[in-house]
């Protein structure tokens, strides 16, 4: 099935505008109509007399430092992150499998400033516990939500991890986001040590040199360019390379495995009060469907191709959710299969502490995760598969 | 004969009242796609305000390039959205992590809401993952029926960087769903008939 088939079906249950709220609608439409009339003024041309003034009054104050283009004087670099940007980088989600690494916030710095058609954008880091390194930009918008308030109403945010080596994948030079449509357009990105200036292309011609310190790079594009590459060059002005987030080539859509017979139940696991059972069928291609059921869901059923690791399957199912599963505790399972050779599976958690997993007939398993382990600090991490002789052959993460 | 919406909107710059007409025409497919990305109430509290800022704007309708608003309607709430990209990639997540889908949270009947389809769950997945340019663009294909002239218009751009952004989308989805193994999946009915 085509993806845009797949995305035409997706919330397409979601029922109409109910007639509240078309009512509502209306209501504030003909608003306007009524404040247009009682003030007798025209709003488009108050608004621009309000925007003439204000970037008059902007281009008084800024000076060269603002303007597009011109040295930024850098008053971020180094520095301590203040409250609001520690408690972007420090949001941590706190499902069992699905959740990140928790940054370490008391760490968090300025990278550098930047400037970009809309102003001065700021660009933050901080490690992760897991040795990444997470990026964060706050980019003035051109226009501010009118509710105003809170700091996603008056900036665009771009947020990154990344580790260096993993990421660059032996390439002098990485995109890591880019805004490209509206205003203001930006990319910001990472770049190996020997890389001295970065050069960001853009669409409509020419190019901009990107600020680049310590091997991350951040520019902004003029009003009304867009960016399409970017290119790394030595200290002697030599090419290093490119990257372009720009592909051209339409790639056709993915066709599906599908059922090729019936299914047989290979799985029927029960701890702690909770089971899991599940039947498999084959499929086209080498896949396999599943059709699996646990307590207090419904059944799940699917096809897929197998990966070519020592998991050919590793599913991680949360329980019921929160909205069905009242005051019952929160539960999750594996359900996977191994590969021929493995003799043993393991289950990690992030705490250090290991469970043996029982591997059933084909080799296929189930991790119940329960009780401690659903909790922060304690969540599944990693599947390790061992063979018969104790030795590690593959691991498969979870954490999603 | 129903006056083209151009015809509408020059009109309303010497009698607003008639504005209501471009509401009327437009506002249910507006609603639904903004209501299909964050939420009924977010979806519609960005309605209203597409229609009231395209009022406020309408002077700067070009009527040279469509007789039809929907396109630039289409445009001021795509601009609308991306204020609350967090919240739509937040929801995308949640739906995909416990298989509850949040923008569907006020349906009345529960079960509705509970999509046993991995696939829905992999895919929600992979559109929280797209790049908001990426996903503006795949979503106003597949949920405002724009052509790719009208995003275009819509959004600003060229129709190439429509099909290189829409080309990209596709290919990323594409990975995403490699990657975790999960191509498709059983029709949703055997899904549904395998309720337990």
């Known amino acids: ?400 | 004969m129903q006056s083209d919406d151009g015809a509408v909107i020059r009109d309303s710059l010497a009698e607003p009242v008639r504005f209501g007409e471009i509401f009327e025409r437009h506002y249910d497919r507006v609603y639904a796609y903004l209501a299909r990305r964050v939420g009924r109430e977010i979806g519609s509290d960005l309605a209203a305000e597409t229609f009231t800022r395209a009022f406020t704007l309408r002077q700067r309708f070009n009527t040279g390039e469509s007789s039809s608003a929907l396109p630039w309607l289409f445009g001021i709430a795509t601009n609308l959205l991306r204020h609350h990209r967090r919240t739509e990639v937040r929801k995308l997540r949640a739906y995909a992590r416990t298989g509850v889908d949040p923008v569907l949270d006020d349906v009345p009947d529960a079960e509705r809401r509970v999509d046993a389809s991995a696939a829905s769950r992999e895919l929600a997945r992979a559109l929280a993952s797209l790049r908001r340019a990426e996903t503006d663009v795949l979503l106003l294909v597949a949920w405002a029926d724009l052509s790719y002239a009208e995003i275009a218009e819509a959004l600003g751009i060229e129709v190439g960087t429509v099909r290189s952004r829409l080309s990209r989308a596709r290919t990323h989805m594409r990975e995403l769903l490699d990657a975790t193994g999960q191509q498709t999946i059983e029709s949703a009915a055997t899904a549904g008939g395998n309720d337990g």
């Not at chain 1, 408690?87 to 699905?98: A, I, Q």
């Not at chain 1, 008391?106 to 954008?121: L, P, Q």
């Not at chain 1, 086209?284 to 419904?298: E, P």
């Open chain 1, 1 to 400: 099935m085509d993806e845009i088939q797949l995305i035409k079906g997706f919330r397409s249950e979601l029922p109409g505008a109910s007639g509240e709220s078309r009512q509502r609608a209306r209501e504030r439409l003909e608003g306007r109509f009524e404040r247009r009339r009682f003030l007798g003024l025209d709003p488009l041309s108050r608004r621009a007399a309000v925007w003439v003034a204000a970037a008059l009054l902007a281009g008084l104050l800024a000076g060269s430092a603002l303007a597009f283009g011109g040295r930024l004087v850098d008053s971020i670099r180094g520095k301590p992150a203040p409250k609001d940007v520690r408690e972007h980088l420090g949001y941590r989600s706190t499902d069992v499998f699905h959740y990140v690494n928790p940054v370490i916030t008391s760490r968090a710095h300025g990278v550098m400033e930047f400037s970009t058609s809309t102003g001065r954008a700021s660009l933050w880091a901080a490690p992760r516990s897991d040795g990444l390194t997470c990026l964060w930009a706050k980019v003035p918008m051109a226009k501010p939500y009118p509710r105003g308030s809170s700091p996603a109403d008056r900036y665009q945010q771009s947020e990154d991890c990344f580790d260096r080596h993993r990421t660059l994948r032996g390439k002098p030079v990485k995109v890591l986001s880019w805004s490209d449509s509206g205003e203001p357009k930006y990319v910001i990105g990472i770049a190996t040590r020997k890389v001295h200036a970065v050069e960001v292309r853009l669409l409509e011609g020419g190019a901009r040199r990107a600020k680049l310190d310590d091997g991350i790079f951040a520019a902004g594009a003029p009003p009304g360019f867009t960016p399409v590459s970017a290119t790394a060059f030595d200290a002697q002005g030599r090419k290093l390379g490119v990257d372009t987030f720009w592909p051209e080539a339409s790639i056709p859509a993915p066709t599906n495995p599908k059922r090729t017979g019936p299914f047989e139940k290979k799985v029927d696991a029960e701890q702690d009060g909770y089971r899991v059972t599940a039947s498999i069928a084959p499929a086209t291609r080498g896949g396999l469907c599943f059709d699996v059921a646990s307590t207090g869901t419904r059944h799940r059923s699917y096809c897929a191709r197998p990966n070519r690791g020592v998991f050919p399957m590793v599913w991680p199912w949360e329980g019921p959710p929160a909205e069905t599963r009242g005051d019952a505790a929160i539960w999750a399972f594996v359900f996977g299969q191994a590969r021929k050779g493995v003799a043993a599976v393991e289950l990690r958690f992030e705490d250090g502490a290991s469970s043996t997993v029982p591997l059933r007939d084909d080799r296929f398993f189930v991790a119940f995760v329960t009780g401690m382990n659903t909790k922060p600090g304690h969540r599944p991490r990693a599947l390790v598969a061992r063979n018969s002789a104790g030795r590690v052959i593959g691991t498969a993460r979870l954490d999603q």
